[in-house]
């Protein structure tokens, strides 16, 4: 901040309209009084008239430097009535006892003028300057130089007339000096209001009782596009409106005298939009009458909007613009109130997108926000004003829908949803992509009357939906909710069952059929249940898919596994193994890293004799990780297998892609393949397709040794399902080993083909 220059010696103290206003004063009044005084002495006195003449010019003086003033030569005419009466003062006193006696009245009172109206250095010289010409008065009176025509003052009188003239000229410099320390104070305190009021983007104005400008400073008046001098002493109503100003008076009335309120109002330069801030304080006279008020605008757009902004984003989805989850609660809250005065059903559709994480590895995550985005569009799009579309998350939305009459207009509305997911959306010039979803519902009041409830309920029923095949809606119901709650349980008794050691591994042989040799067996899993006893996969797998528990599950079976191939080898017995592997643990963070460790902790086994077994479904959610996860793997020289070949609806596509050596037949084909030709025609099909790739294939749930008559016709020579063996325990598969012989059926069709 600039600090202004302290005043010197110099500087009047009256600027320059006060010292016209005292000098138009001072030649008025000597004017008039002296005139006055000089027309009644010159009418009624018999004095010697010459004796006039000093004040007769004193009062010509006076007039023309009113004249003088009146034509714009104020400084001029000030210096003239000044030196000129003094001059005068001092000529005549030597010629009269009233001479003297009216200089020394009027020169301090000179000195004292000069000193206001030119400063302290002309007041000092004007006191010196009066001393010596007294001096040289008194001298001449003393020696008798000039004539004298009145009594003559001793020399001691000269002294009492310099002390006199000093102490004025003493106290004119002191009162100027004073003045002046005051002076700077306020100077420094003007530039710093003036930096503050006239540089500041705060808007200040001062209005007078009557409702007029008294100071407006520069940024107001850039605001309302006026200039400062144009403002002052207007009508503020002009500027703000009759509205303003009344709602100004309110708030002083209101608030004991002062307030704040917000307001938008329109630049009228720009045009914009601005919120602004005003705070106003009542002026109270002198006299405790109302003087008018102060304002303070501050613009505050800034501060709104960002406050608007934050507010937004604490309940809107950043993404999409759609309300989250805490303003779609609150929403459903209101709709679940109004439904109750209206008697009217809350639907609440909850909806997950099918294979979206596939959609985002492969096409990449900003086509995956573009789909986001127009999908959030088409929603709105097909639901009412009245409806809420927000999304929670992810591929995850929820669709509020109020005032239905009947559960029967349900299926139509949610079809609507289907179709519109369902709508191919464009993500580049000449590329469309389809995606489909899952849709859970529930409606309140039938499946709860909390927000909290009827979420988890549609969520539930989402899940259903998912696990019923996708692109579907399912109603919630209490049979899901069984589920669910079934659902929960068997989890959380998979966790304590591996805690327990409750799990235990069965092994089903494989068998070539041509040559009557066993090539391996499979690991299966059973649940050795307290309660329950000995439990099939179907009984809790399904349960646990997707979940940390079948991550946990995976890992057990692979430790297991080698730790039972190591045993076997210990008593001579060398066995690959096949173990089943879940696409969620496939594709889990680490699986590669915990395969690693563990067959580093086996060193003995040849990791060649480990397969690895995973659904072609699995493999066709996201091919190419897959695919890389399988190759990464492969080079520490463990097998691949496809399991359930034939039931992926794009085997054939992505089939060349996936580095598996190994391809098994879908049970589904191999149980009816005696009576049905298509599934005879599905494996032969199979089986051409692996050789031409140079893969192994084998079937699976042989259940008969007559099922392996077409088998080995259409080149399939190993197999594995309940016709050779059922799934038997680690510790009873080297006595079956031992008795184990090719049945001569196949020995008779094998030696036929061969």
Known sequence: MPIPDIPHSSVTLLDEEASTRVLKFFSSATLLLLGSAVGLAYLFSNADKHLLAPPALICFLALGTHIGIRLGHTRISGQVLIWGTWTIILVSAPFGSGNRSIGMVAIPLLIFVKGWLGGPRRAIGMTIATLVALLGISLSEHYNWIAQTGPVPPLSRWLMLCAIFCTMGFFTVLSHRLYLRRYSEQARLAATLALVTEHSPIMLASVDADGRYRYVNNNYAHFHGKATENLVGSPVADTVGADTVRQIRQTLLKNGGHGAYRSRRQDPVSGIERWLETSVQQAVGGDGRDDGYYAILRDVTDEVRSAEQINFLAYHDSLTGLPNRALMIDRLHQAILRGQREDSLVVVAYLDLDRFKFLNDTWGHSTGDSMLIQLAARLQDCVRDTDTVARLGGDEFVVL???????????????RLLKAVGSPTPISENRDITISASIGVSVCPLDGEEPEILLRNADQAMLMAKQSGRNRYCLFDTELDHRARTLHQITANVEKGLDTGEFVLFYQPKVNMRLGTVIGVEALIRWAHPDEGLLLPAGFLPYVEGSDSATRLGQWVLTEALSQMRR????????????????????????????????????????????????????????????????????????????????????????????????????????????DPEDLAIAKGVVALARSFGREVIAEGLETIEHGIPLLDIGCDCAQGDGIAAPMPADALPAWLAQWQCPPLWQETGASRA
């Open 401 to 415: 829908m109020g005032g239905i009459e009947k559960r029967e207009e349900i299926p139509a509305t949610v079809t």
């Open 568 to 675: 076997w080898a210990a008593i001579g017995l060398h066995l690959p193994v096949s173990v089943n592997i879940s696409g969620h643990h496939l594709q889990a963070p680490g699986f590669s890293e915990h395969l690693t460790h563990l067959l580093k902790a086996h060193p003995e086994l040849p990791p060649e004799r480990l397969e690895i077994e995973i659904p072609e479904t699995t493999a066709m959610d996201d091919v190419e990780k897959v695919a890389r996860i399988i190759r990464d793997n492969s080079a520490l020289g463990v097998r691949f297998a496809l399991d359930d070949f034939g039931t992926g609806y794009s085997s054939l596509t992505y089939f060349r892609q996936l580095p598996a050596q190994t391809l098994k037949i879908d049970r589904s084909f191999v149980r009816d393949i005696l009576k």
